[in-house]
């Protein structure tokens, strides 16, 4: 029987920081990488593509970090507000 794999629909994926990371909030998975039971995603700028980093997938699912898709800044202050 095979492993489910985790986070599989992780490369190409669209996220929004709720902090800007050198500057920008959206960013897309353009690589992943497994290492022992840990998976990573490489975030690259939707602004600027040199501004790149690895991050733990498992992060992603922190709501108070990354939202996923591109959120409006409007859409940013409402999350941070609590307003639904």
Not at 14 to 42: C, I, L, M, P
């Amino acid at each position: 029987m095979t492993k489910k794999q985790k986070f599989p629909y992780l490369v190409g994926s669209k996220w929004t920081a709720q902090k800007k990371v050198d500057g920008w909030r959206h960013f897309q998975v353009v690589n992943r990488k497994n290492q022992s039971k840990w998976v990573y995603a490489e975030m690259v700028a939707a602004c600027d593509p040199k501004v790149r980093f690895w991050i733990n997938a498992k992060l992603l699912q922190d709501n108070s970090q990354w939202q996923a898709g591109w959120q409006t800044l409007q859409e940013i202050e409402q999350i941070e507000g609590g307003v639904s």
